[in-house]
């Protein structure tokens, strides 16, 4: 076994000294052992033994189970722990996730069901109870020497950065097709190339993705949009057409012309503009991705009229169909809806004051981040087309003591059910809008008396 120096914290060693002073094996393994290899800090710690959940519950007070897979959480040290019982997989059906588990004796049958040869190495030992000892305070004394255990050749791959699929790629993508999915959010996530025959398998094997559960894929993309350049994962998905089983319109973006950076396509574009997205703010993300998603159909004489409003539905069926957080929908689809705003310097403050009603408050400071970014994937500086003076503009009248929505009028419906003696309805809500125009283009009535007064003469219009 190659020798590697792992320090993991010592509520990790205290868990494994645990386990070996009891007889188990016990190691650390999977992403946060690969996360440590590649020189990162690991989110996590997970860990694998060969003590079943019930033996688990007994050795560490406070535990609990975490799902029927195996996995019990586990308090030592002041830390949580995840350690899994070894396992085998068994009956993959419908290309998804095991129906059924089988608890396993040995580390490299746990390790064989695993993805990614990157994925796929443990580290630590199978103790015998002769040899540890742990006191009450958790040290351990006599502890066995803890190994890598790599039985696929992850430590090479690591060093040449490469993701590799465990054993035949085909047919572990068979098994499970958001494997494929994961590789090219890992590929992505830790800037690594995908070995040429695990690559070709994808290819082969894209069409299975479309029997994943929209959770399952969802949560890969959320994490593939978080990578620092979302591109590389984007990309691949173009190359083995995950893309086209994830969405069709999004796919047929590749080879339609734009006449923004010479050479590119939309689909260039599009990851373009997703990579200038700051990542730290994933909702704009998914919005970069989808906002020109209305191109491909509504394509004619090199124009692509009403792609917003277009878009704005694919973007709602395709979220629904990824099953996202239905707050995070409504924000990515009011997104692409608006995307294609436009300012022109000769606008008055009350146009600027519509367009923040328009937009609305929230969304201002996304719609705005949004388009930089459509600016730089277009070749163009982030503040193109005017873009910091509304910016600046919109950023003054926010500051102002200015009417910008209902919440602002100094008078509310109850005022007016109550003044004026209306009753709840329609014509309160129209009133009530009436009146938030009004005060949006021109501050100075935002009082009550002149707002009443207002409201008053409306009515009789209204009659
Ligand atoms: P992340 O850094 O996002 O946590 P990860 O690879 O650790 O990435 P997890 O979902 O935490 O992803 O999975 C933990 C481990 O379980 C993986 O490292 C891998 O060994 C194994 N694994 C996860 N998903 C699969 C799968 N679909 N098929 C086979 N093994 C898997
Ligand atoms: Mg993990």
């Known amino acids: 076994m190659p020798a590697v120096e792992i320090r993991p914290p010592d509520s990790v060693l205290m868990v494994l000294g645990r386990l070996w002073a009891a007889g188990h094996a016990g190691y650390v393994v999977g992403g946060s052992l690969r996360d440590v290899l590649l020189g990162r800090e690991p989110a996590d710690w997970d860990m694998a033994t060969d003590a079943r959940p019930e033996r688990l519950v007994e050795l560490f007070p406070g535990a609990v189970y975490e799902n029927r897979f195996g996995t019990v959480a586990v308090r030592e040290g002041g830390a949580v722990h995840e350690l899994t019982t070894f396992r ?21 049958l746990d390790l064989a069901r695993r993805d990614f040869t990157i994925n ?30 790599d039985p696929h050749g992850g430590l090479l791959d690591i060093q040449t950065r490469t993701l590799r699929a ?47 559960s929209g959770e399952r894929l969802s949560a890969e993309l959320d994490k593939l949009l978080g990578a620092e350049w979302p591109s590389v994962g984007l990309r691949l998905m ?12 999004l796919a047929a973006q590749r080879g339609i012309p734009q006449n923004k950076i010479p050479g590119d396509d939309l689909w260039d574009h599009t990851v373009r503009t997703v990579d200038a997205v700051p990542v730290d703010r994933p909702v704009v993300r998914l919005a970069a991705l989808l906002h020109d998603i209305g191109k491909p159909a509504t394509m004619s004489d090199g124009h692509f009229r009403n792609h917003d409003a277009v878009g704005a539905e ?7 169909r990824l099953r996202t957080p239905r707050a995070v929908a ?8 608006h995307h294609m705003f436009t300012y022109d310097p000769s606008w008055g403050d009350a146009g600027v004051r519509r367009f923040i009603r328009r937009i609305g408050r929230d969304a201002l400071e996304s719609l705005f981040t949004l388009r930089a970014a459509d600016n730089i994937g277009s070749g163009q500086p982030p ?18 003591d200015v009417v910008l929505d209902r919440a602002d009028l100094a008078v509310d419906g109850d005022d007016l059910i109550t003044e004026l003696d209306l009753a709840p309805g329609p014509t309160l809500g129209r009133i009530l809008d009436e009146l938030l125009e009004r005060a949006i283009a021109d501050p100075a009535i935002n009082d009550r008396p002149t707002l009443l007064l207002l409201a008053q003469s409306m009515l009789t219009e209204d009659r």
């Open 88 to 108: 085998s997989d068994h009956e993959y059906a419908d290309f998804r996730r095991p129906h059924r588990i089988e608890f396993g004796d040995r580390i490299e």
């Open 120 to 149: 796929a190495m443990a580290w630590g030992a199978d103790a015998d109870g002769a040899d540890a000892t742990v006191s009450e305070a958790g040290a351990v004394d006599r502890m066995p020497e803890p190994v890598l255990v």
């Open 166 to 212: 465990v054993g035949d790629p085909r047919a572990r993508f068979e098994e499970d097709a958001l494997r494929m999915v994961r590789a090219v959010r890992l590929a992505a996530t830790l800037d690594l190339s995908v070995e040429t025959g695990t690559l070709a398998a994808i290819r082969a094997k894209a069409g299975l993705v479309a029997h994943l």
């Open 238 to 249: 173009a190359v083995t057409d995950i893309l086209g089983v994830l969405s069709p319109e």
């Open 314 to 320: 694919l973007t709602a069926q395709l979220l629904g």
């Open 330 to 337: 409504e924000r990515v689809v009011h997104l692409v809806r």
């Open 383 to 400: 503040d193109a087309h005017d873009i910091g003076e509304l910016r600046r503009r919109v950023r003054e009248q926010l500051e102002a």
